[in-house]
């Protein structure tokens, strides 16, 4: 056998037992604190480089609405391909997906880092959704993100009408005050 014939055997010997690419399976983690229509952190630390897909899940016991989610990497560890709400029955995206936010903003923004965020979003009472974090790990030093998700309560209509109704004892009153 050739020296060149036997590399060649090697190499391809090598090739049967390396590791294969594919799909990260989802892991699953819990947002406990949005159930009280409050704020909850989210994130995952790796230990090197690969796929993860990350699937942070909750359920409220009312409606209620995302003020906003952020997620935070840096650029050059970590790259994010996808960042949204997804209701659990069906798995289909609810709202708008994130779009990653500028490196000018002064309020979010560091030199190297990556921001995600979506926001505006209605969620029912009773119903299981998932906050889906997907990307690939790109130091194989290991590396991490982190992000908030920020929920509120939903206004009863009974709600808008106490405060249609002090608003007009308020016009009333006013008026009343200057025809005097």
Same mark, same amino acid.
């Given at each position: ?40 952190? %989210? ?35 970590? =790259? ?31 030199? &190297? ?21 997907? &990307?690939?790990? %790109?130091?194989?030093?290991? =590396? ?19 405060? %249609?109704?002090? %608003? ?13």
């Amino acid at each position: 056998m050739t020296t060149k014939a036997a590399l060649a055997a090697i190499a391809l010997t090598a090739s049967m037992f390396a590791p294969q690419a594919q799909a990260a399976t989802p892991v699953d983690h819990a947002l406990v604190n949005l159930i009280d229509f409050n704020s909850d952190n %989210l994130g995952n630390s790796f230990a090197g480089a690969g796929d993860f897909s990350d699937h942070f899940t909750f359920t409220t016991d009312a409606s209620a609405y995302i003020t906003d989610a952020l997620l935070h990497t840096v650029k050059t560890e970590v =790259t994010i391909s996808s960042f949204g709400l997804y209701l659990a029955s069906n798995n289909s995206l609810v709202g708008s997906s994130a779009i990653e936010v500028s490196e000018t903003d002064s309020s979010v923004a560091q030199a &190297g880092s990556g921001y995600w965020r979506f926001s505006g979003v209605n969620i029912a009472a009773n119903t299981d959704y998932y906050v889906a974090v997907n &990307g690939s790990v %790109l130091s194989t030093s290991g =590396t991490a993100y982190g992000g908030t998700v920020f929920i509120t309560a939903v206004p009863e209509p009974e709600t808008y009408a106490m405060l %249609l109704g002090g %608003l007009g004892i308020m016009a009333f009153l006013a008026r009343r005050r200057k025809a005097a």
